[in-house]
C-alpha cells in the first residue's frame, strides 16, 4: 500500500508525465526572435511532438511552402486521418505570421499553466469559456471538427434508439461530446461543413468561417474502371462509430438487395471491423449468411489494396448521422467513387452527393435502396462524368492547398487584418 505520504509526489509525477507527452511549448521560437504575439492552440499535440523531434527538421522549414511534401509526414500512423497533418499547418500559419505556438492536446486544456499569457487562442473542446473568463483580451477561434454538439448527441442518440427498436441490440454510445460551448464564445468559428452543419449552430452561424477539410491521398490519376461489374458494387468506408456514421442503415439496405454488393471497410489501424463485437451481436449470422455484403476490414488509404478496391467500386454509401465534413466521404472523392450520403454528411453540392433522407431508420433504408438502384442503372457514359466530376472536386477544394488556403484567410480574419498571400 502507497503511504500518503507518497501519494502527492507519484499523482505530481504522473501528472508531469501526462503533460510532457501533451504539452508543446515554443513552436517557431528560432524563427522569431522577436515575435509579435503568443498562441495557444489546444487540439492536437502529437502530430506537433513527432515533428520537432524529427533530426532534420529545422526552424527555416516552418516558413516553407514545401515543408509539408515530404513523405515523412505522411508515413505509418499518420495516413490514417487529415487531423495529423491539419494540426500542424494550423501551428505554421500563426508562426510565418511572427507569433510563438504553444500545443496542448485539447482534452488537456486545465494542463494549461498561465493563461493569461496568450494573445490568440484557438480551442476545440471545452476550455474556451473558463479561458476566455480568464483573459478576455484575448482573440479566440472555435475550431469545430462537427455540428453542434446538440444535434451531434442527438443524432448518435436516435440513431442508437432505433438499432434497438430494430435488432433488440442495445449498445452505448461512443461518438458523444460534452458540452462545447465554445463556438457560442469565441470571436470566430471555423467549421468544415456545408450549409446543413452550419445551420445547427444557429445564430452563431455568422461567425463561421469555411474551412476545407484535406484528403491523405491526392491528385491519383483516375484508372480504367469495368463499369458492368463496378456499377453493382458499393463501399461503406469508415471510422469508429458504426452505428452513428450508418453502418447498420447500409447493411439492412442491402440485406434487401442481394443483386447488389456491398464492400465495408474500416475503422482504423487498430480496430478491425472484421472483429467489433457489437456488430458480431447485432448483425453476426445474418453477415454470416449475405453473400452480397463482405468485410474487407481496416485498408490505409494510402495503399494500393485501398485503391483496388475503391476502383472496383461505383459509390460510397455512407448515411451518417451528422459529421463535420466526413474525411472517409472526401477520399472516397478522391477515388472516383459516388457518394450517397445524408444532407449532415458536410459534404457541398459541388460533390454533387445523392442525398438519402427520412425521419425514420425505415425511411432511409428505403431511400438507400432506391439510391443505389438508381445509380446502378445509369449508362456507363454518365457514371463516368459524374466520377471525374467527383474527382475534379475534390482535387480542386479538398487538399492540403485547399486547407491551407482556408485556414490562411480564416487567422487573418481572426486577427482582424487583410486577408494576404502566406506560403
Not at 513523405?71 to 508562426?95: D, N, P, Y
Not at 498561465?114 to 471545452?126: A, F, L, M, N, S
Not at 484575448?138 to 469545430?144: E, K
Not at 477515388?335 to 444532407?343: E, F, S
Request: charged content about 20%; some cysteine.
Amino acid at each position: 500500500m502507497i503511504s500518503n505520504v507518497l501519494r502527492w509526489p507519484l499523482h505530481w509525477y504522473r501528472q508531469k508525465q501526462v503533460l510532457k507527452r501533451a504539452w508543446v511549448p515554443n513552436l517557431g521560437l528560432e524563427t522569431n526572435q522577436r515575435p509579435i504575439g503568443r498562441c495557444l492552440i489546444s487540439y492536437v499535440s502529437k502530430f506537433a511532438r513527432y515533428y520537432t523531434t524529427l533530426p532534420n527538421a529545422q526552424a527555416r522549414e516552418w516558413a516553407s511552402p514545401e515543408w509539408d511534401h515530404s513523405s515523412r509526414l505522411v508515413a505509418g500512423a499518420f495516413s490514417s486521418h487529415t487531423m495529423w497533418w491539419e494540426s500542424l499547418e494550423m501551428v505554421r500559419q500563426f508562426i510565418v505570421r511572427g507569433y510563438i505556438v504553444d500545443v496542448v492536446d485539447d482534452r488537456l486544456g486545465a494542463c494549461v499553466p498561465d493563461i493569461t499569457r496568450y494573445d490568440v487562442i484557438v480551442d476545440e473542446w471545452t476550455n474556451l469559456p473558463r479561458w476566455i473568463e480568464a483573459n478576455p483580451a484575448a482573440l479566440t477561434l472555435f475550431y469545430a471538427t462537427g455540428a453542434h454538439w446538440l444535434t451531434w448527441n442527438q443524432a448518435e442518440l436516435q440513431r442508437l434508439s432505433w438499432l434497438r427498436d430494430r435488432t433488440n441490440c442495445e449498445i452505448a454510445p461512443v461518438r458523444l461530446t460534452p458540452a462545447l460551448l465554445g463556438s457560442h464564445h469565441a470571436n470566430l468559428i471555423t467549421s468544415f461543413g456545408n450549409e446543413a452543419i452550419n445551420a445547427t449552430f444557429g445564430k452563431d452561424t455568422a461567425k463561421i468561417h469555411k474551412l476545407w477539410i484535406s484528403a491523405v491521398r491526392t491528385h491519383e490519376p483516375l484508372r480504367n474502371k469495368s463499369w458492368e461489374r463496378a456499377k453493382r458494387r458499393f463501399l461503406w468506408f469508415g471510422g469508429p462509430g458504426w452505428v452513428h456514421k450508418g453502418l447498420d442503415l447500409a447493411i439492412e439496405a442491402f440485406l434487401q438487395m442481394e443483386d447488389l454488393e456491398l464492400v465495408i471497410c474500416g475503422f482504423g489501424p487498430h480496430h478491425d471491423v472484421r472483429n467489433d463485437l457489437d456488430i458480431r451481436e447485432c448483425y453476426g449470422d445474418r453477415l454470416d449468411s449475405a453473400p452480397n455484403i463482405v468485410l474487407r476490414g481496416y485498408l490505409d488509404p494510402l495503399g494500393e489494396e485501398f485503391a483496388e478496391l475503391a476502383n472496383s467500386c461505383v459509390g460510397l454509401v455512407y448515411p451518417t448521422g451528422c459529421e463535420g465534413c466526413s474525411g472517409a466521404a472526401v477520399q472516397c472523392l478522391h477515388m472516383g467513387l459516388l457518394p450517397i450520403t445524408t444532407a449532415l454528411c458536410g459534404l457541398d453540392a459541388g460533390a454533387e452527393p445523392i442525398i438519402v433522407d427520412g425521419s425514420s431508420d425505415r425511411d432511409l433504408i428505403e431511400s438507400i435502396i432506391a439510391s443505389c438502384n438508381k445509380m446502378s442503372e445509369w449508362p456507363n457514359n454518365v457514371l463516368e462524368q459524374r466520377r471525374v466530376q467527383a474527382w475534379e472536386f475534390a482535387n480542386a477544394n479538398h487538399t492540403r492547398s485547399g486547407y491551407r488556403r482556408s485556414w490562411s484567410t480564416a487567422v487573418d480574419s481572426l486577427l482582424g487584418v487583410t486577408s494576404r498571400t502566406h506560403p
